[in-house]
């Protein structure tokens, strides 16, 4: 037990939230008007009633994916669906480069105050100001949101408002305008895909609407209303086609590179085939078969099927032979390939890991764990029997992985174990005390004839999504009398990330699948975001790298990171929001005295690796949450200023157990580096969490609801992030004029932060951390009060506030809001005297996590007893929130170690700790 253990709120209280009003339209953008959407769109609804009539005289009864795409935003798209028959809702995606064009522009021109100054030198920002001040007064903007916005009176004309101060610059002035003006409108415009299965009943009815849409103020009859408003946005309507099932999917890459190798041989090409969910079983079943027979007829086979209703998933996994593939490369489709049944082509997935060099034997001592495990890992089989494992893993291997395993071959799952139960080797830390549970879902790739251990892959014959859902069931589920196997597991380690899968604003059928079962069994998933090992053009010679200083080095690779970006980022399942995305710092507790021929691109420790993958996540969130010590990653120098990834077993790196490279051997260890590894530290500090609650039950007589208790690992794991030295250099290298926009590239290479774990084990004379949990439903608010100290009252120092709020979001995957659960926080800024740092407050809280940090020294006082009240409000997303939501809280007030102030003493003073809800944790 810490002498300053952390301490609990008392039950919160609950009140009815008063409503947000929601918004619609989309005000900001210009739309076609009735005459010319009527010249645009009705040959395209002719086109789609002709599709439908000359397959129907073919004697087919055809469906179609209708696509609807719309410019700007429009809400409750479902109903207007719901409302035709023959429409069925399939998805919506959302679309945020789309070019404008005469039709469709932002006519939205945003002026800011400092514009002016930053265009035309002779004017300062007071100056600026004053113009800005002048455009607002004569109605050249309007204030929207606190910003201005020109309005749509001639420009031109302001200069006869101008004073005289400004009339040498009148010219310039009216200039920058009309430029910014014509800037806006070439901006790229944000829209949707809204797609249903169509067939001719529903196109006939949908015509008809069309025809009777007026220009007048005539509505469409009930329940086609909405039907007004999606008309005047339509930008295009059609059938969803073959290059939409192969475009941004990454196949036709991957199918070039099979093509290469197998070409003019008897092996087969593998890809996956994702279906149209279907609502009916039998569909399902027929669609199925329909489509395995049409690769039947193409001399291919079939692989294997899933289905997860859940999450709305439904694949097949089939073989075609090269030439089959090769013809739909030159655009010669075939009934597989023109399948309205199929929404995408996908490569399979390409979840290998690399493999690590030998390494050396160290001696090690075997030691013992007690206890139920609380966390689980899901990789590749381990080697149990290294010294350093020993006793330590509970190894579960329903489907006989293990048997394709040599010793030597077991080198992944053996890192993460080591790197779970022991932290990095260099580092010297206590091992955690309980057992550790594994399922092993990797196998040796039967096909790599490349290296001498193959690398481990998800088996081909599997699909990641079915293994994972399998083994996460068995873990709390009883099956054919077959009791749950690991019921106490709280978080699951998966630092296995798919290649052919990065995250580009839709989010992988694996990420939605980590998200319904976080939910369902509330536990905690800690996954990688993936590694990038793709040479990078640093565009100069290793000599002159190395004339280069350490800053000016890091400042030249961050900055060709950050123009590859694109290409750089998330891996599945890394995009799921419940989860914890684990990125990688490029640093480690390793002494290199002898790096050889190899290089450090990026020498400095405060910077992500330069093999991390990045953010942002879905919707802007905050991905990955965390970026931990993963290892320093070297380079080899190649022709042409390129630099490859080093795969040397040496140090620096992180230095972890390994498996055997002689018979007998059961210590040797290797360095490694990656996001796999930051991943398997964050599991690693989420157990030492689990402890130091324990740890807090017989002290304070405290029952935690077994529902909360996930949830309060993922937000003390998130609670003591910050951006401390890494903002201050990226914020150099990365400059733009743009404060909000900065801090989201920002957070897209550090997220919220590097967390230390010891800030959240244990308070200190000057910090006092405060955790609450509960249960929330919708348009609920719960308060909390966080007792302040009255040693602050009225005094100059530095203080700071840190928030943290998590919850594990039911979920809605045929919604494009997708997040069912909005739960968010409003940091009472002024009541202590501080304001944001770090993340933008409107970033922050596109996840399902918010974590805030704020700090000032503004005088403030107050009266012993006064309290901050810090309320988590729980708002609908998308449609049908009924559940109930766990969530948990921590608040940390704190000052500078060296200022002699009692706040831990008067807060626990003044807070009280009831007796609460349901069991202990066991």
């Known amino acids: 037990m810490p002498e300053k253990p952390l301490l609990i709120f008392p039950a919160p209280s609950t009140a009815d939230r008063v409503k947000k009003k929601q918004g619609f339209g989309s005000p900001s953008y210009h739309f076609p008007d009735f005459t010319n959407q009527k010249d645009r769109l009705t040959p395209q609804f002719e086109t789609m009633l002709q599709s439908f009539i000359v397959d ?8 179609y994916v209708l696509v609807i795409e719309t410019i700007g935003r429009i809400d409750d798209f479902q109903r207007a669906v719901r409302a035709i028959d023959g429409l069925e809702w399939m998805a919506e995606i959302d679309d945020e480069v789309i070019e404008p064009d005469d039709d469709f522009f932002n006519q939205s021109c945003k002026i800011g105050k400092t514009l002016f100054c930053k265009k035309i030198e002779e004017i300062n920002r007071k100056q600026s100001s004053q113009i800005w001040n002048l455009l607002l007064e004569y109605g050249f903007i309007k204030i929207v949101r606190k910003d201005g916005y020109l309005t749509d009176k001639a420009i031109v004309e302001f200069e006869q408002f101008l004073t005289a101060e400004f009339s040498e610059h009148s010219e310039s002035i009216i200039q920058i305008i009309r430029d910014e003006s014509i800037a806006s409108r070439k901006q790229s415009l944000s829209g949707r895909l809204f797609l249903s299965m169509s067939n001719r009943q529903a196109i006939d009815k949908l015509l008809h609407l069309w025809n009777q849409w007026d220009s007048g103020d005539k509505k469409l009859p009930r329940p086609y209303g909405k039907w007004n408003e ?14 939409d099932r192969l475009r941004d999917t990454g196949i036709i890459d991957y199918w070039k590179a099979e093509l290469e190798l197998k070409k003019g041989t008897s092996s087969k090409i593998t890809f996956e085939i994702e279906l149209w969910y279907r609502n009916s079983l039998d569909q399902r079943k027929e669609i199925e078969n329909k489509v395995s027979g049409l690769i039947l007829t193409e001399n291919g086979s079939i692989i294997t099927a899933c289905v997860i209703k859940e999450i709305r998933f439904h694949a097949i996994k089939a073989e075609l032979p090269p030439e089959n593939i090769e013809k739909v490369l030159k655009s010669e489709y075939t009934k597989v390939f023109t399948n309205n049944d199929v929404m995408f082509f996908r490569p399979v997935g390409q979840c290998s890991v690399e493999i690590s060099v030998d390494g050396t034997a160290r001696n090690f001592e075997s030691g013992n764990t007690t206890g139920e495990p609380i966390a689980a890992i899901l990789d590749g089989a381990p080697f149990a029997n290294h010294s350093l494992l020993q006793n330590r893993l509970i190894v579960d291997d329903p489907d006989d992985f293990e048997s394709s395993y040599s010793a030597n071959a077991r080198k992944h799952g053996t890192a993460m174990a080591s790197l779970v139960c022991h932290g990095e080797l260099d580092a010297r830390e206590e091992p955690i005390t309980r057992p550790v549970y594994f399922r092993p879902i990797m196998k040796p790739d039967p096909d790599d004839f490349v290296n001498n251990t193959s690398r481990e892959i998800i088996p081909k014959e599997h699909f990641m999504e079915d293994l994972i859902e399998r083994s996460v069931r068995r873990m709390f589920e009883e099956d054919s009398n077959v009791p749950a196997v690991a019921p106490t597991i709280k978080v699951i380690n998966l630092s296995v990330a798919d290649s052919s899968k990065m995250f580009f604003n839709q989010l992988s059928s694996c990420a939605k699948l980590l998200d319904w079962l976080s939910y369902k069994y509330q536990v905690l998933f800690c996954v990688s975001a993936g590694n990038i090992n793709t040479d990078i053009d640093l565009q100069k010679s290793i000599n002159e790298l190395r004339a280069l200083s350490n800053d000016e080095l890091s400042t030249l690779t961050m900055l060709k990171i950050n123009e590859d970006i694109r290409n750089r980022k998330m891996l599945s399942p890394s995009d799921s929001i419940n989860s914890i995305t684990l990125g990688s710092i490029h640093a480690d507790r390793a002494t290199a005295d002898n790096i050889g021929n190899r290089f450090d691109i990026l020498p400095s420790q405060n910077l992500p690796s330069p093999i991390s993958a990045h953010g942002l996540g879905y919707k802007n969130s905050i991905k990955p949450e965390l970026y931990i010590f993963g290892g320093r990653q070297l380079y080899d120098a190649k022709d042409n200023n390129h630099y490859r990834v080093s795969d040397s077993g040496l140090a620096p790196g992180q230095c972890v157990a390994t498996s055997p490279s002689t018979g007998g051997e059961i210590n040797r260890c290797v360095y490694t580096r990656g996001t796999s590894n930051s991943t398997a530290l964050a599991t690693r500090s989420a157990t030492q969490i689990y402890e130091m609650l324990n740890s807090l039950i017989p002290e304070n007589d405290l029952l935690i609801d077994e529902n909360n208790i996930a949830i309060i690992l993922k937000t003390l794991l998130v609670h003591g992030s910050s951006w401390s030295e890494g903002y201050t250099i990226l914020e150099n290298m990365l400059k733009t004029d743009n404060s909000r926009q900065l801090k989201k590239t920002i957070a897209r290479y550090l997220g919220f932060g590097v967390p230390n774990i010891h800030r959240v084990l244990e308070c200190t004379a000057q910090r006092a951390t405060v955790i609450g949990f509960g249960k ?13 100290p009255p040693c602050l009252s009225g005094i100059n120092e530095m203080r700071r506030l840190t928030i943290t709020l998590a919850w594990f979001s039911p979920i809605n995957p045929a919604n494009r809001k997708y997040r069912k659960a909005n739960l968010s926080v409003e940091p009472p800024k002024n009541d202590i005297g501080v304001d944001r740092i770090n993340a933008d407050g409107r ?16 005088v403030v006082s107050y009266q012993d007893g ?15 929130l009924d559940e109930e939501v766990p969530y948990g809280l921590a608040v940390t007030l704190e000052t500078g170690e060296h200022i002699d102030l009692p706040i831990y003493e008067e807060i626990e003073d003044r807070i009280s700790i009831p007796v609460q809800v349901e069991e202990k944790i066991q």
């Open 230 to 243: 999606i008309f005047k946005q339509i930008k295009t309507i059609r059938k969803w086609d073959t290059p």
């Open 866 to 880: 006064d309290v901050l009240k810090i309320s988590v409000v729980c708002r609908e997303d998308a449609e049908s």
């Open 776 to 788: 929330i439903k919708k348009d609920d608010k719960h308060d909390f009060r966080f007792p302040l």
């Open 843 to 858: 970033q922050v809280k596109n996840g399902t996590v918010q974590h805030e940090v704020l700090e000032g020294s503004k």
């Open 56 to 63: 129907s005289a073919d004697g087919l009864e055809p469906e």
